[in-house]
């Protein structure tokens, strides 16, 4: 008799959450907790990423730390990891999620904002990933790394222009392809998620007549809510996925169909 519920199952693993408290990286940390997991929140902010590991806690009854660091400071990056390790043994999971836009186009977007938005969305990725794989590596244990990427690694977003945005998203995509198969001789798989327009604080303030436009030209007509994006987290997280690696999940209400 098969057990379906105990395939999905991340019950005595770790994962490790950028981004994790606001958007889908907090409501996505829900349900790794839910699953089973021991939940480490990361942010640019320790107060909010203690607040959110320590209501994990609570309401999961699982083991949470809360870290504070820039996910492109290659220094602050493994010293992290060393403090997880230490705390929880080399942690199993890795949900990328931390990323940043500003919008502009190719002739009108600020240099520097260009750099910040590539260092934050591909270095950043890139630099937590290799501190994660390292330690698994070193621990002799298997893992999974699922990178959040976009549909907008793929289309061009209208109306608005997001240059970097959507070339850093792509980048991730093939990031995640390339990391897979570096990565598949040590039993770490490599995946990545592609939102379509999820409802979170960030799109929750954009102008109606753009929310509009988007919603207009997705053939569900309506944004996704973050937990629609938790399982094809989980999946990729989880015994389900034992078989699946450089793979790119698109979670996008049909956006990408047309």
């Known amino acids: 008799m098969v057990n379906a519920l105990k ?20 409501c996505v940390a829900d349900y790794l907790a839910s699953a089973g997991a021991n939940i480490v929140i990361i942010s640019q902010h320790l107060d909010a990423s203690e607040k959110v590991a320590a209501q994990i806690a609570r309401e999961y009854g699982k083991k949470t730390l809360g870290l504070a660091f820039d996910v492109t400071d290659e220094e602050a990056v493994a010293a992290a990891f060393v403090t997880i390790t230490e705390k929880f043994g080399a942690a199993e999971i890795l949900f990328n999620n931390a990323g940043i836009n500003i919008n502009g186009g190719a002739l009108d977007l600020n240099y520097a904002d260009w750099k910040r938005i590539l260092d934050v969305n591909i270095n950043g990725v890139f630099l937590m990933a290799r501190a994660f794989a390292k330690e698994l590596i070193a621990a002799n244990k298997k893992g999974s790394v699922i990178n959040t990427a976009s549909i907008s690694a793929s289309i061009v977003n209208l109306p608005q222009q997001q240059t970097a945005y959507n070339t850093s998203k792509a980048a991730v995509v093939h990031m ?31 102008p109606k007549d753009i929310r509009d436009f988007w919603m207009n030209a997705t053939p569900f007509g309506r944004f996704a809510e973050p937990d629609e994006i938790a399982g094809a987290v989980i999946y990729f997280a989880s015994d389900a996925s034992t078989y699946t690696s450089g793979s790119e999940l698109l979670v996008d209400g049909c956006f990408t169909c047309l």
């Open 7 to 26: 395939l999905f199952s991340l019950e005595g693993k770790t994962a490790v959450v950028t981004g994790g408290t606001s958007g889908i990286g907090r």
């Open 176 to 206: 995640t392809k390339t990391l897979a198969i570096e990565w598949v001789k040590y039993g770490i798989r490599v995946n990545a998620v592609s939102p379509g327009y999820v409802w979170t604080e960030m799109n929750q303030v954009v």
